[in-house]
Each structure stands twice: as structure tokens, then as C-alpha cells.
């Protein structure tokens, strides 16, 4: 076991802190990485608050990491000590059942093991996420890197970029469609540039007026004030494809009533409250509702190596470790461009 430096709530209203955790030695199949970059995602913020439920104290989140591999057990193949390396949401599942076998590692019917906050079979206890400095990952859920990527504006990719990439892969975005993205945050962004990549007419709605031109600059053809009924109704009736994803209770409607008969609105977005659905809004012209859980291995070694091709990377703010609870009130004030990402050499 390793003594490894990290950052944890220690309950659902303390604010993050320092605290010390051990990691396993390496076993014959498992990468031992020494974390460079972890990206901010906001359902670490929904974790640490408990406000999903099922928060193990003390919590380490951070799923979006990029780091360093520093040694490798005997039947390691594809990673070597120098090499970068990345790891996402989950680090282990059974991979034996049938969502295992057909890569959806994330809907394991015995439940995936995430990357914090999950059931540990190595220790009996919680997994501890990327707010620290090492972190042991079978090579089965290690993902690879290309050299030509900025290390760091990679890191949001292993979760905004895969949660967002994977549901527009499965509903076959494409050019000629018209296509929404709720929300410009982590996800959101992620969403846009994806979306404009695929070829799509790309309309962004926002609830800040400040991020029309960011949204444009990211690839978004036109940008939509959800609060604007008017700007909203010109849209009705016309939407292929539209992914949500706000982090926070919002009306379905609003957004149902655009897509075109056969759309279909794809929730990503995790709100702790529940939304209200009106029935009818999908009644009328056979709209579909539904949802996406970020994306299995090899979608998300895919997606990375999409990104390499078509030099796509996330737009992001650095901050350091002991900045954590101020980037959190950032995220709720959706006052984040647009994604922070913690340099983990700050933790010292
Ligand atoms: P984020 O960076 O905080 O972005 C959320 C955006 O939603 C905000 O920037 C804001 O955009 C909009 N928003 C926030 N509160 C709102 C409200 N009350 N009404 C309307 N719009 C609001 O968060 P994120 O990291 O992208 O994550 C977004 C959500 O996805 C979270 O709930 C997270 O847990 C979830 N998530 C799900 C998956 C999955 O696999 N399904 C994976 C990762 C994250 P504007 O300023 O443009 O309005
Ligand atoms: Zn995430």
C-alpha cells in the first residue's frame, strides 16, 4: 500500500480538505499512475453534497483524469512506466455479463465499479476518485492518449466528452440535422463541439446571455435565451436531435415542444429534483424522451481518438487543489468557462 496526498468532504456540508488515503500496490494487471490533470465535473459537486444520496464519507471525487504511468504489474501489455494515461469514470466492472460484453461496461448488471464513490473489491471499502496525487486502474480501463493533445484540456474528455460524444454516436447525429445542446457548462461545451464535428446545424440554449459569442467561437450556428419565448418559439416543431444537459430542475417542455415529429431529447443533465413531464408534449408528434450514462471503454478509447483526429479538446480554467470549494460555488453560478481542471502538482 501507498500513502497517497488527496482532497476529500468529509461530509455532505464540509468543505473539501486535505486528507491521506492508501492505494493498493499493483497487482499483475494493473496501471499505477501518477495524476498530472483532474477535470471538475459537477456531479463530483452533486457527490460530495449527497445530493444524489449514497455518499460514503469521506468522499474523493474526480473522474476525468490524465496522469503519468509510474509502474505496471507483470501482465500489463499496452502501458509502460513514462507513458501518458487517462482514466474515466469507472475502473473496474465484471465484464463477464451481457452489457460487459457488448462494451456498455457502464450498465454492468453487476454494477460497475466507479471511479469514486464505488464499492472497492480490493479493500472492502468506497473507490476514491482523481483529487489526489496516484491512482492503481486495471489496464482493462485505462484509456490512451495521443501525444498531439494538450494533457490537461484533455482530461474533461474521459467524462463531459464521452457523456455527450456517446448519445449522439447511438442516436446517429449527422450532417443535415438540426441539433440542440441545453446548457453551456462542461457537458454543454463538449456538446456543441461535438455536434458541429458531426456535421449538425448546431443551436445552443443558454439561460446566460453572456456566453452567445463563447458559444459561437465553440461551434454553436446560433444561440438561443431559454427565457426568450419568442426566440423559442420560432424553433417549435423543428429539432432532430436535442441533449440536455442542465444540472439543475428545468422545464421539459420548453425544449420537448421543439423537436420534429420522431425527435428525441436525450437527458444527460442528473438534476436532483425530478422534472415534470407532460405527457402530451411527446404524444403529439411521437417524440421520444430518454437518457445516456457516459459511455463504455473502447466508445470512450474511440471518442479520444476522434478528438486526436479532428484536434478537439476542452476549453478550460486551471486552478489549484486548495481552490476546489470556490470552483464548486463557481459551477453552481454557472460561472464556469468551461471546465476546471485541477493541476494535481499544486498538492503537495
Ligand atoms: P456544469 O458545468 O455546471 O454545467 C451545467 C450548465 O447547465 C450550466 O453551465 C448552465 O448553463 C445550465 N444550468 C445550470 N443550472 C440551471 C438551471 N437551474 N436552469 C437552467 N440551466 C441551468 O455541469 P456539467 O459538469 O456539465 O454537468 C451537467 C449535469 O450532467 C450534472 O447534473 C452532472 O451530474 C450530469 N452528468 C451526467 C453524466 C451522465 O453520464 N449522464 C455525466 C456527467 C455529468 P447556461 O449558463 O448555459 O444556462
Ligand atoms: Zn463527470
Redesign the pocket.
Known amino acids: 500500500m501507498t500513502s497517497t496526498k488527496a482532497y476529500a468532504a468529509q461530509s455532505a456540508t464540509s468543505p473539501l480538505a486535505p486528507f491521506s488515503l492508501e492505494r493498493r500496490d499493483p497487482t499483475a494487471s494493473d496501471v499505477q499512475i501518477e495524476i498530472l490533470f483532474c477535470g471538475v465535473?459537477?456531479?463530483d459537486l452533486?457527490t460530495a453534497r449527497n445530493e444524489w444520496n449514497g455518499t460514503t464519507y469521506p468522499c474523493v471525487p474526480g473522474h476525468e483524469i490524465v496522469g503519468r504511468v509510474t509502474n505496471v504489474g507483470s501482465a500489463v501489455k499496452n502501458f509502460k512506466a513514462g507513458d501518458v494515461a487517462a482514466v474515466g469514470c469507472m475502473v473496474d466492472s465484471d465484464r463477464t455479463c451481457p452489457n460487459c460484453r457488448a462494451g456498455l461496461e457502464q450498465f454492468c448488471d453487476s454494477r460497475a465499479t466507479f471511479t469514486y464513490n464505488g464499492f472497492d473489491k480490493h479493500t472492502g471499502g468506497v473507490t476514491y476518485g482523481g483529487y489526489s496525487k496516484a491512482i492503481v486502474v486495471d489496464e482493462a480501463f485505462v484509456l490512451r492518449i495521443s501525444d498531439k493533445l494538450n494533457p490537461a484540456a484533455t482530461a474533461p474528455l474521459l467524462?463531459?466528452g464521452i457523456?455527450t460524444y456517446s448519445p449522439m454516436h447511438h442516436w446517429k447525429v449527422s450532417k443535415g440535422q438540426k441539433v440542440g445542446i441545453v446548457?453551456?457548462?462542461?457537458?454543454?461545451h463538449m456538446g456543441v463541439k461535438f455536434a458541429n464535428a458531426f456535421g449538425a446545424e448546431v443551436v445552443l440554449f443558454?439561460?446566460?446571455p453572456g456566453?452567445t459569442e463563447d458559444a459561437k467561437r465553440l461551434g454553436a450556428h446560433e444561440v438561443v435565451l431559454?427565457k426568450d419565448e419568442e426566440a423559442m418559439q420560432k424553433h417549435a416543431n423543428s429539432f432532430d436531435f436535442i441533449l440536455d444537459?442542465?444540472?439543475?430542475?428545468?422545464p421539459l417542455a420548453s425544449y420537448l415542444q421543439l423537436l420534429n415529429r420522431d425527435g428525441t431529447m436525450c437527458m444527460?443533465?442528473?438534476?436532483p429534483d425530478p422534472l415534470p413531464l407532460e405527457v402530451f408534449n411527446l404524444i403529439g408528434r411521437r417524440r421520444q424522451l430518454v437518457g445516456?450514462?457516459?459511455g463504455g471503454i473502447a466508445e470512450t478509447q474511440e471518442m479520444l481518438d476522434f478528438c486526436a483526429e479532428h484536434n478537439i479538446t476542452s476549453d478550460i480554467e486551471m486552478i489549484r487543489v486548495d481552490e476546489i470549494n470556490e470552483a464548486y460555488e463557481r459551477?453552481l453560478s454557472?460561472d464556469?468557462k468551461y471546465r476546471f481542471v485541477i493541476d494535481m502538482a499544486s498538492l503537495n
Open positions: 465535473c459537477h456531479s452533486h467524462c463531459a457523456t446548457g453551456l457548462g462542461g457537458l454543454g443558454t439561460t446566460s456566453k431559454s444537459t442542465v444540472s439543475a430542475k428545468h444527460v443533465g442528473a438534476s445516456s450514462l457516459i459551477m454557472s464556469v
